[in-house]
């Protein structure tokens, strides 16, 4: 069942029983939310639909040149590139994850670091400023007096990701690697095709232009990519109707009732009961670890942007002032890297993806069994590194 449905229900039947009133789920509707990520994501859905997004991954492989050692420093670039833009971390799996064991196994880099390689690529960039997931935390910091730290946000993010990609990749023996053949070997394909047609730079061109008014004139988000959609459709760069059955509604549904039950229950008195039941446990010197560890655990079986992000990033103030003590920013950063760190998991959507990525049923069993382990201890993992570079990169 989608969680957002559940949510619906019960903001409502909580908006009744709180005195909030039937129509307090109305209220609490995150609507500007929710037109940010219906335009990001249908923007991105009609560069995936055209084939734009397939070409610059295609194009992306090339770098490898045959190099099998090379070949998952690649991967976690090409996947944290292409989530860096816009479309989010579970976009980017679903996109580059299929190539990658394909390329991967015809190289002998085994589907385990090959995952690690998509995913950790894929969650590093996946808090910037104009993803999807990036909007959802820097929204949620904002509503809670936090905002203007896009760019630490990403940059936490991006460096916890880095640095166990970076262990997996030598722990797993990235560099022992060997072999060398040619790109087009590599896919097992004909030569990979790597030229765009006219619609997909027409599509590259107006995403770039997008990304430039955002980041450089401050354009709104969701409004501007719906201008870049609009435009893509009516000059007919790519299918209106294929994409939008390809953007992800069921994640916006549990985003948003996910946003608009934690309004109804802030609103209600529910959350400051949850916070002074949090401070209880926590002290300013080990908050950083604790609420990442916290995160983590939850996220491990539920969603990192549709729950955990939307539920625990608003009672960063109230958890400072019931502590007595706290940086509210480190403290949000260490929500942030330790709900995503563990999405390797296989019952997240990212892990569950490469697992389906892998054709042979035995392989598929031994690599959902080791990224459950990987994502469990990533919960730890999370713990010491926001216990260590939290407070640091706050104070940047």
Same mark, same amino acid.
């Given at each position: 069942?989608?969680?957002?449905?559940?949510?619906?229900?019960?903001?409502?039947?909580?908006?009744?029983?709180?005195?909030?009133?039937?129509?307090?789920?109305? !209220?609490?509707?995150?609507? &500007?939310?929710?037109?940010?990520?219906?335009? *990001?994501?249908?923007?991105?859905?009609?560069?995936?639909?055209?084939?734009?997004?397939?070409?610059?991954?295609?194009?992306?492989?090339?770098?490898?040149?045959?190099?099998?050692?090379?070949?998952? *420093?690649?991967?976690?670039?090409?996947?944290?590139?292409?989530?860096?833009?816009?479309?989010?971390?579970?976009?980017?799996?679903?996109?580059?994850?299929?190539?990658?064991?394909?390329?991967?196994?015809?190289?002998?880099?085994?589907? $385990?670091?090959?995952?690690?390689?998509?995913?950790?690529?894929?969650?590093?960039?996946?808090?910037?400023?104009?993803?999807?997931?990036?909007?959802?935390?820097?929204? !949620?910091?904002?509503?809670?007096?936090?905002?203007?730290?896009?760019? !630490?946000?990403?940059?936490?993010?991006?460096?916890?990701?880095?640095? *166990?990609?970076?262990?997996?990749?030598?722990?797993?023996? /990235?560099?022992?690697?060997? /072999?060398?053949?040619?790109?087009?070997?590599?896919?097992?394909?004909?030569?990979?095709?790597?030229? $765009?047609?006219?619609? &997909?730079?027409?599509?590259?061109?107006?995403?770039?232009?997008?990304?430039?008014?955002?980041?450089?004139?401050?354009?709104?988000? /969701?409004?501007?990519?719906?201008?870049?959609?609009?435009? +893509?459709?009516?000059?007919?760069?790519?299918?209106?109707?294929?994409?939008?059955?390809?953007?992800?509604?069921?994640?916006?549904?549990?985003?948003?009732?996910?946003?608009?039950?934690?309004?109804?229950?802030?609103?209600?008195?529910?959350?400051?009961?949850?916070?002074? +039941?949090?401070?209880?446990?926590?002290?300013?010197?080990?908050?950083?670890?604790?609420?990442?560890?916290?995160?983590?655990?939850?996220?491990?079986?539920?969603?990192?942007?549709?729950?955990?992000?939307?539920?625990?990033?608003?009672?960063?103030?109230?958890?400072?002032?019931?502590?007595?003590?706290?940086?509210?920013?480190?403290?949000?950063?260490?929500?942030?890297?330790?709900?995503?760190?563990?999405?390797?998991?296989?019952?997240?959507?990212?892990?569950?993806?490469?697992?389906?990525?892998?054709?042979?049923?035995?392989?598929? !069993?031994?690599? $959902?069994?080791?990224?459950?382990?990987?994502?469990?201890?990533?919960?730890?993992?999370?713990?010491?590194?926001?216990?260590?570079?939290?407070?640091?990169?706050?104070?940047?």
């Amino acid at each position: 069942m989608n969680v957002g449905v559940l949510a619906f229900a019960l903001a409502w039947i909580f908006g009744l029983v709180g005195g909030g009133g039937p129509d307090l789920v109305v !209220k609490t509707f995150p609507a &500007q939310l929710f037109v940010t990520l219906a335009g *990001v994501t249908l923007l991105f859905a009609l560069a995936e639909s055209n084939g734009t997004l397939e070409r610059v991954a295609t194009a992306a492989l090339r770098l490898a040149r045959g190099d099998a050692r090379a070949l998952p *420093v690649i991967l976690f670039f090409i996947a944290c590139a292409v989530s860096t833009v816009g479309p989010g971390a579970i976009a980017s799996v679903a996109l580059v994850a299929p190539m990658a064991m394909a390329v991967a196994r015809r190289a002998g880099v085994s589907p $385990f670091l090959t995952a690690l390689a998509v995913t950790n690529g894929a969650n590093a960039g996946n808090l910037s400023p104009v993803s999807a997931v990036g909007v959802i935390a820097n929204t !949620k910091m904002a509503e809670a007096g936090l905002g203007g730290h896009e760019i !630490k946000v990403w940059a936490a993010n991006f460096f916890a990701h880095f640095i *166990v990609g970076a262990v997996a990749y030598f722990a797993l023996g /990235g560099l022992r690697r060997s /072999g060398s053949s040619s790109a087009e070997e590599m896919a097992g394909t004909a030569p990979l095709d790597a030229r $765009f047609s006219r619609p &997909q730079w027409l599509t590259a061109a107006v995403i770039a232009a997008w990304i430039a008014a955002v980041m450089g004139l401050n354009v709104p988000l /969701g409004p501007a990519a719906f201008a870049g959609a609009a435009a +893509l459709i009516l000059i007919r760069a790519a299918e209106e109707t294929d994409a939008l059955r390809r953007m992800p509604w069921p994640a916006i549904l549990m985003v948003t009732g996910m946003s608009a039950l934690v309004g109804v229950v802030e609103r209600t008195g529910g959350m400051a009961l949850f916070t002074s +039941l949090l401070a209880r446990l926590a002290r300013p010197s080990t908050v950083n670890a604790l609420i990442a560890f916290v995160t983590g655990v939850i996220s491990t079986y539920s969603s990192t942007s549709g729950v955990v992000l939307p539920a625990f990033l608003p009672t960063v103030p109230g958890l400072v002032r019931e502590m007595g003590g706290g940086d509210p920013l480190a403290i949000a950063l260490s929500i942030n890297v330790g709900a995503s760190i563990v999405d390797v998991s296989p019952l997240s959507t990212l892990g569950a993806l490469c697992v389906a990525a892998v054709a042979d049923p035995e392989v598929s !069993k031994d690599l $959902f069994r080791r990224l459950m382990m990987w994502g469990l201890s990533m919960t730890v993992a999370g713990a010491v590194l926001c216990a260590v570079f939290a407070g640091p990169f706050a104070r940047l």
